[in-house]
């Protein structure tokens, strides 16, 4: 079975969304959306949102899941709001809890937030199938970036979130909480023991080095052969050791603060006060 694809790409985050539809029908999922948010004043914009949802709508789509591969710190999802508008469910893995009990604690929520994953929809353990139409997707616990890091193979495609880069861009990070090289490289041979036909979309793209065009299609064979870390059987110390010493130095990502805030919260805000007003933390000295 291979699904058709749409990819959305945001500038801003460089993270790419999909939209995953039947082939024999007009069943969809949508994986990995941007709510837009002005950090500097608090706002959010549905402008990413919106082109999917006339996408959805000029193709006459029915909107079954709205997947998220993670909890995402660099972007903030826009689930709830394609939710409202178009339907769907929103499903993560079951990992959410661990993430949810790290953040909660950070971000010192009390109570009143739950650590159950109960904010969404589905929580996906490894293993798990669920249907587009009549489209078949597995999911694969692929932890390593996150500890709730979630691959789904849907047909021919699997969309893996921030394990894999592009070949010539490599993988993702490990240094946030709960994150570990070792087990990013292990679930990245669980990504590469798929058929070598494999479409793997990725989550995001920053153009590496020598590259003008963003680009976020690749494939297990093209990864396999080519990828500068862990492409041509790369042993699990040469990675660790090379994505351990990379992640001490890079910056953190510019959303973060906001993004787990409301990423774990499947993409709602935080309760508001007595007048409707919303705010979210910055945490001092604690990340
Ligand atoms: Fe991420």
């Not at 990992?95 to 949810?100: A, K, L, R, S």
């Not at 979130?161 to 592009?166: A, H, I, Q, V």
């Given at each position: 079975m291979t699904p058709i694809v749409k990819a959305f790409f945001d500038t801003t985050t460089n993270t790419v969304s999909y939209v995953v539809q039947d082939p024999k029908g007009r069943a969809c999922a949508i994986i990995d959306c941007v709510l837009d948010y002005?950090?500097?004043?608090g706002r959010t914009d549905t402008s990413s949102a919106d082109e999917i949802i006339a996408y959805v709508r000029a193709n006459g789509l029915n909107v079954e899941w709205l997947l998220e591969s993670h909890v995402h710190a660099d972007h903030l999802s826009a689930a709830p709001y394609l939710q409202e508008i178009l339907g769907g469910k929103i499903g993560i893995g079951k990992?959410?809890?661990?993430?949810?009990d790290t953040f909660g604690k950070i971000f010192n929520e009390g109570t009143k937030?739950?650590?159950?994953g109960s904010q969404f929809d589905a929580l996906f353990d490894s293993g798990d199938s669920f249907h587009i139409g009549q489209m078949r997707g597995d999911v694969m616990h692929t932890p390593g970036h996150t500890p709730a890091c979630m691959t789904y193979v849907i047909g021919d495609a699997a969309f893996v979130?921030?394990?894999?880069?592009?070949p010539d861009f490599g993988t993702a990070r490990c240094d946030f909480p709960g994150g570990s090289s070792s087990s990013l490289y292990h679930s990245i041979q669980k990504i590469l023991a798929l058929p070598d036909e494999t479409r793997i979309f990725v989550g995001h793209d920053y153009?590496?080095?020598?590259?003008d065009e963003f680009a976020w299609e690749t494939t297990v064979k093209e990864q396999k052969a080519l990828n500068i870390h862990v492409g041509k059987g790369r042993s699990i110390d040469e990675f660790t050791s090379m994505r351990d010493a990379r992640d001490a130095t890079l910056p953190a990502p510019r959303l973060i603060l906001p993004s787990l805030q409301v990423n774990?919260?499947?993409g709602h805000m935080p309760?508001?006060?007595e007048?409707?007003?919303v705010f979210l933390k910055v945490p001092v000295n604690k990340l």
């Open positions: 002005d950090q500097n004043i990992e959410i809890t661990v993430v949810q937030f739950q650590r159950d979130g921030d394990t894999l880069f592009m153009k590496a080095p020598g590259r774990m919260r499947a309760e508001p006060d007048q409707g007003n």
